[in-house]
């Protein structure tokens, strides 16, 4: 073979330099992750006046006054150190639907976001954003009735794929597994897809089907606003529309067929060969991949892994 006096470095990008100090290759790097969950992921337990309760915001009721529970977990659930968010019910023991409350709260990624939410008529009403916390809630009228705000159970459950540390494989027992006080966390549980980078694969493998009448999933994300903003940023179904994906199998997106395809309408398309596809701000910006659940029943089975490949981003300064 013969001698050769290559002196490096070896770098990957566009290719901008091919001169013997340099060797570029012209290809973007394939990267991915994966996600395990559980049914307990999405088990919520009933509680209408989790968030705020009628003895504490009576009639004349305006600033609600609002339960420990509100400000740390609205959902009740946390895996792995993360926790997602949920939909938010308001009940009222009078006719209150003439007026309006504002919800103040995060989404399951810990970014602020807001809604006015018509107040209910002796009955209950769901707010449209899932909340992983609720700072405040205000009505704009003062209430005919007693307030309570609590869960829907029924309502969706949005988790980001994240992980503060790795549960998954192990266990605290066998000393395999990552705890909270663990000196170094390991991140694999984490589907953070960089800006301008092209979605290859997203998959939903159900080793174990979920036992309810319809589990119905789609993938969505932050997206970036105009000066940076994140408030109100979160979209369920940045990347895929709803399917029912109740039973073991795999579903993903390019799938043969309705039973297996995770559905991509004509404007989802887009936003999967290029991430950034679709928000309002005038820079790109990385996507945090969020699973939203809706199940019809109380689950006591079900196992998931989430995998996603994506060809990395272009760097222009290789």
Known sequence: MAKTNFSGPITTGRNQDNSPEHVRDAAMVVNGASFYMTYEYFNKTLDTDRLATAAN????????????????????????????????????TADDS???????????????????????????????????????????????????????????????????????????????AETSTSASKNLANNIVIPAQSRILTLSLMNHTSYDTAGLDVEFGSNTTQASGSLTDSMDDNYFTTTIDAKAAGLFTIGGAGAGTALPQAVGLVPRQLNVSNGDTANFPGEKILVMTVQNDDALTQGVSVVQCTWLQKNNGTN
Request: glycine letters at 12%; hydrophobic letters at 35%.
């Open 57 to 92: 915001n009576p009639v004349g009721t305006v600033t609600f006054t609002l339960e420990d529970a509100a400000g740390t977990s609205v959902s009740g659930l946390d895996q792995g150190g993360v926790v997602p968010a949920t939909e938010v019910s308001l009940t009222s």
């Open 98 to 176: 003439g007026a309006v409350v504002t919800i103040t709260g995060t989404d399951c990624n810990g970014y602020t976001q807001s809604e006015a939410l018509t107040a209910p008529n002796t009955t209950v009403v769901y707010s449209a954003k899932q909340y992983q916390t609720v700072t405040s809630m205000v009505s704009d009228t003062a209430s005919v009735g007693a307030f309570s705000a609590g869960i829907r159970v029924a309502g969706k459950t949005s988790w980001p794929l994240r992980s503060l540390f790795n549960i998954i494989p192990g266990s605290a027992a066998g000393g395999a």
